[in-house]
């Protein structure tokens, strides 16, 4: 039996959630979609609000994953603890609130869905995500198990994926908001690609207004970053998994563009 994964890029400011908003249910429509994730870590630009984490379930998420901007917000700490649906980093220090595994039942049995971080070229030095994967992945009894690995490096996001071939359904990179056109099958089953994109304003640097970024890298002064205005674009991934195997045996690129 097939089993329809959507995966969805992060969505950037109040512009991109309701461009989701306005776009997620129909495309579940049109593409027969079984199960849908969504990255939101960027919905407050850097950041997410427990009623922004509400609009995007009701846009059409089943699970929302999150990355490096987890705790802008500072209101969605108790929201982590709470909703059992939203997810934070799995190899963030172990105190911290929230979780970073959730198994969710669904038609065609329990998904797994795993949310980790990388460490090239972050900020900090959070846990490491290929030796917590391998504990995590020995408590994980459903076929269908899928991973949101939210990185800056390319080259980790990859070597992720090949440690995990024909371990998971799926592996799906987040962060950067640049999709690739590396969609594909690996060598043992499972699917990948390397970064979903974003959801949010087409004319931007990455979700931000260009002069802004601009002024950034000349070392000008700068303010708190701004949505760049004007039409925006949906970017995800649909992975087509065998319910018995857990494995993947389709993966497509799906974007929207005003």
């Known amino acids: 039996m097939e089993f329809r994964l959507l995966a969805v890029g992060d969505v950037v400011a109040p512009s991109g959630l309701a461009y989701?908003?306005?776009?997620?249910?129909n495309m579940k429509k049109l593409y027969h979609v079984d199960f849908c994730v969504v990255n939101g870590e960027n919905a407050s630009m850097v950041g997410i609000t427990p009623a922004q984490a509400e609009e995007i379930f009701s846009s059409g998420a089943d699970v929302i994953t999150l990355g490096n901007h987890t705790w802008n917000r500072r209101e969605i700490v108790p929201y982590l603890d709470e909703c059992p649906y939203i997810l934070r980093p799995a190899n963030f220090a172990p105190q911290l609130p929230g979780r970073g595994l959730?198994?969710?039942?669904?038609?065609a049995g329990p998904i797994a869905?795993?949310?980790l971080i990388g460490r090239c070229g972050m900020d900090f030095g959070p846990d490491n995500p290929f030796l917590l994967i391998e504990k995590l992945l020995k408590s994980i009894s459903a076929s269908?198990?899928?991973?949101?690995?939210?990185?800056?490096?390319?080259?980790?996001?990859?070597?992720?994926?090949?440690?995990?071939?024909?371990?998971?359904?799926?592996?799906?990179?987040?962060?950067?908001?640049?999709?690739?056109?590396?969609?594909?099958?690996?060598?043992?089953?499972?699917?990948?690609?390397?970064?979903?994109?974003?959801?949010?304003?087409?004319?931007?640097v990455i979700g931000i207004r260009p002069e802004q970024?601009?002024?950034?890298?000349?070392?000008?002064?700068t303010g708190r970053y701004e949505a760049a205005p004007g039409s925006c674009k949906l970017q995800s991934a649909l992975f087509t998994l065998d319910t018995t195997t857990g494995l993947c045996s389709r993966v497509e690129r799906i974007d929207i563009y005003d």
Not at 182 to 197: S, W
């Open 213 to 221: 970024s601009i002024a950034h890298f000349r070392g000008d002064l």
């Open 113 to 115: 869905v795993c949310n």
């Open 20 to 25: 989701l908003k306005a776009h997620l249910r």
């Open 102 to 107: 959730g198994i969710f039942d669904t038609k």
């Open 144 to 204: 269908m198990i899928c991973v949101d690995f939210h990185g800056e490096a390319s080259s980790e996001k990859l070597a992720m994926a090949y440690a995990l071939d024909g371990k998971v359904s799926a592996v799906w990179g987040t962060h950067t908001h640049v999709p690739t056109a590396d969609a594909q099958v690996l060598p043992k089953g499972t699917g990948y690609v390397t970064d979903l994109g974003m959801t949010g304003p087409i004319h931007s």
